[in-house]
């Protein structure tokens, strides 16, 4: 059932500290067994010394809008990262230029769900245990309206494939989206 699974384009929103997981998890999904079609930002793609605008205009042109799910890997201090938060938002925002992704949020090994930040509860979702406050609050808001799930690492490729395949075919049942 699994090998008529289309494979997708994906955009993977990431803190720059959790680099190394992420060219991991690329290598191991993307590179080596295909899984999916890597549309993230690598190395030299964008010159370190535009602006702000300038940055998020070509990462919203080049790599978000050739996308059609978004995989948010979750590592201790992802949760702090601005930029994540507006690569889900423009992520999940239809536009003339852009269709709407899928959204998944998968937890890297660096993420502690305890907190030193006043917030205690966890949550647990799709068998997943978290923290609220130690997500990027939009990826936090959108499993809260059932658009996105969150995941551990993904222990094969069949694993990882269907839940792109799930946020690729939910990415249009949510009206509006928070």
């Known amino acids: 059932m699994l ?3 289309p494979k997708h384009k994906v955009f993977i929103s990431f803190h720059h500290a959790d680099d190394d997981d992420r060219r991991e998890f690329e290598n ?3 590179n080596d067994v295909e899984i999916f079609v890597s549309r993230s930002v690598q190395d030299g793609d964008i010159d370190p010394n535009n602006k702000t605008e300038t940055t998020r205009q070509v990462i919203r042109d080049r790599f978000i809008s050739q996308s059609s799910v978004t995989i948010v890997l979750i590592g201790q201090d992802t949760w702090k990262r601005k930029h994540v938060d507006w690569e889900i938002g423009y992520s999940i925002k239809k536009t003339s230029q852009n269709t709407r992704s899928g959204l998944i949020g998968i937890l890297l090994p660096s ?3 305890c907190s030193s930040y006043g917030c205690s509860t966890d949550i647990t979702n799709n068998g ?3 923290t609220p406050c130690n ?3 939009r ?6 309206a059932s658009y996105a799930r969150i995941y551990s690492c993904p222990i094969n490729h069949q694993e990882l494939m269907a839940w792109i395949h799930e946020a690729f075919q939910k990415r249009n049942s949510i009206l509006s989206l928070p």
């Open 128 to 130: 997943v245990e978290y």
């Open 3 to 5: 090998s008529n699974i």
């Open 111 to 113: 993420y502690n769900k």
């Open 28 to 30: 191991i999904f993307s």
């Open 139 to 144: 990826l936090y808001d959108n499993i809260q």
């Open 135 to 137: 997500l990027p609050s």
